[in-house]
């Protein structure tokens, strides 16, 4: 019978049997809880239809699982002293899984999927290392990688702001750039006990449904974007005010026609505007 990696024994055993060093600035922090892994398989409606995309395969404790349910698995992992464990050890009886050695920001993943998997639509499964969360999950969907859904653990803090709706204390650039393009949930939370070392902060595991379409017609995404940012730059001032002190160049007296012309408040703040309220914002002052 296989023996799964994702306990605290075995996790152990494998980290002394090679002499490994966790390293802290990879954000390594193995799951050693087979519930959490359960869960995220779940949700995450694996079948042997579906190729796999794992960021960050640590020792194989998520890999081995995903192995068992998808039909391909494609790993990348920038630690090489990884590699030998996985290949020789943990996933050696896997024929289905690939792994690649490199930095997930330096791949180019939409030309791999499109060469060597037929262009077919991705689910992305990862404890994510925490250092770059937003990089990694705004390259995915920015990078016209073909995405079925992203299901990856991440900080609490981070999941709860993706999920976050307007007026509310976590609202903010991220949940509205995650909310353009997928529909978040969250779907469990996680203690520190679950994983090898315990990370400082709380984890929960977030799923990205890709939206087909965005619902929302932009025509200009970077620039709706760009507004976007400059209301939350400075949170407390109001959304003209946060314009008027960016780098848009947009005219103070333009703005408020565009505003009036949309039925929203001069002193309306950015925290308090929904996305299709940004978008058409945006479409207003292009038009
Ligand atoms: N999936 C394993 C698990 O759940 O036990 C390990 C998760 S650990 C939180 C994050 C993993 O991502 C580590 O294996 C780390 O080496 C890897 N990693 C960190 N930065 C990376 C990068 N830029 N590209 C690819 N992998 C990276």
Do not use: W
């Not at 960050?56 to 698995?73: C, K, R, Y």
């Not at 999920?163 to 353009?180: F, I």
């Amino acid at each position: 019978m296989k023996e799964f990696v994702a306990t605290p024994n075995k996790t152990k055993e494998i980290i002394n049997k090679y002499s490994f060093v966790f390293q802290k600035k990879f954000g390594q922090n193995f799951l050693i809880d087979t519930h959490v892994i359960n869960k995220i398989i779940r949700s995450a409606e694996i079948t042997k239809d579906d190729v796999v995309v794992e960021i960050g395969p640590g020792i194989g404790s998520l890999t081995q699982h995903l192995a068992e349910h998808a039909g391909q698995v494609l790993c990348i992992e920038i630690d090489k002293a990884l590699i030998p464990i996985l290949e020789t050890d943990t996933l050696k009886d896997y024929d289905n899984v690939r792994i690649i050695n490199q930095d997930v920001l330096k791949v180019d993943l939409k030309k791999i999927i499109d060469e060597d998997y037929n262009g077919k639509k991705i689910k992305v499964v990862a404890n994510l290392p925490y250092y770059i969360t937003t990089p990694i999950i705004m390259g995915l969907f920015e990078g016209g990688v073909p995405l079925d859904r992203i299901i990856v653990m991440i900080q609490k803090e981070v999941a709860d702001r993706m999920q976050a709706n307007p007026g509310t204390k976590d609202y903010g650039a991220l949940s509205l750039a995650v909310q353009y393009y997928s529909e978040p949930e969250i779907v469990a939370n996680v203690p520190p006990n679950c994983f090898i070392p315990r990370p400082k902060v709380s984890s929960a595991v977030i799923q990205l449904r890709k939206r087909e379409d965005y619902g929302i017609k932009v025509t200009d995404e970077k620039f709706m974007f760009q507004i976007i940012r400059a209301s939350f730059n400075q949170r407390r001032k109001t959304l003209v005010n946060g314009i008027k002190n960016s780098s848009l160049n947009i005219e103070k007296e333009k703005f408020l026609e565009v505003l009036k012309a949309l039925d929203i408040k001069e002193n309306i703040r950015g925290e308090a505007l929904s996305l299709e309220q940004f978008a058409a914002i945006a479409n207003t002052l292009k038009g």
